[in-house]
Antibody, heavy 122, light 111 residues
Framework: EVQLVESGGGLVQPGRSLRLSCTAS????????MSWVRQAPGKGLEWVGF??????????EYAASVKGRFTISRDDSKSIAYLQMNSLKTEDTAVYYCTREDCGGDCYFDYWGQGTLVTVSS | QSVLTQPPSASGTPGQRVTISCSGSSSNIGSNTVNWYQQLPGTAPKLLIYSNNQRPSGVPDRFSGSKSGTSASLAISGLQSEDEADYYC????????????FGGGTKLTVL
């Protein structure tokens, strides 16, 4: 059974940093791209960024709203994806979801974690 | 302001058929496939429709998707109370908006 479990959320002051983890199980982690999607309280979904599998270079892409502040990385030996968030702003307050991106043909987010809440406030 | 446009709300009575629209542009829906996600209250989103009209295993055939030009639609037939949820469309975007863009979401109420 595919499982994605996020951790690392919490309350952080503006300007500080936080690192989220996404621990995967039930599939060959290294074969898939992994994305982060966030949802501000009472709002819709916003794609944050993804990291490709090593077979596709392990490269990353980010939404304009987080580019230069957020960094996604992966440790395939541990089946973990990370989201390093620096220079946090109050508008980064959201539930952060880790998703698996299946690109067998077309691409889509086929599995989602339960999410972890990040609150940026002084 | 979301790149893909959805109506904020929709409603229907049990047994009815409802549709939810998703409007985009040539850089997203016009040139890439559309996926739909269902988010039940208090839970994480779940893949509902992929590649415009494909259902993952376990999704009832009451749910169907279609795409034409730069718009897509999600149809739910035989509406049930457990279908009350938020629905989001998403697509790959070839412009600076992307790569991934979502609709603002549609809250479906079963009356």
């Amino acid at each position: 059974e595919v499982q994605l479990v996020e951790s690392g959320g919490g309350l952080v002051q503006p300007g500080r940093s936080l690192r989220l983890s996404c621990t995967a199980s039930g599939f060959t982690f290294g074969d898939y791209a992994m994305s982060w999607v966030r949802q501000a309280p009472g709002k819709g979904l916003e794609w944050v960024g993804f990291i490709r599998s090593k077979a596709y270079g392990g490269t990353t892409e980010y939404a304009a709203s987080v580019k230069g502040r957020f960094t996604i990385s992966r440790d395939d030996s541990k089946s973990i994806a990370y989201l390093q968030m620096n220079s946090l702003k109050t508008e980064d307050t959201a539930v952060y979801y880790c998703t698996r991106e299946d690109c067998g043909g077309d691409c889509y987010f086929d599995y989602w974690g339960q999410g972890t809440l990040v609150t940026v406030s002084s | 302001q979301s790149v893909l446009t959805q109506p904020p709300s929709a409603s229907g009575t049990p047994g009815q058929r409802v549709t939810i629209s998703c409007s985009g542009s040539s850089s997203n829906i016009g040139s890439n496939t559309v996926n739909w996600y269902q988010q039940l209250p208090g839970t994480a989103p779940k893949l509902l429709i992929y590649s415009n009209n494909q259902r993952p295993s376990g999704v009832p055939d009451r749910f169907s998707g279609s795409k034409s030009g730069t718009s897509a639609s999600l149809a739910i037939s035989g509406l049930q109370s457990e279908d009350e949820a938020d629905y989001y469309c998403a697509a790959w975007d070839d412009s600076l908006n992307g790569p991934w863009v979502f609709g603002g979401g549609t809250k479906l109420t079963v009356l």
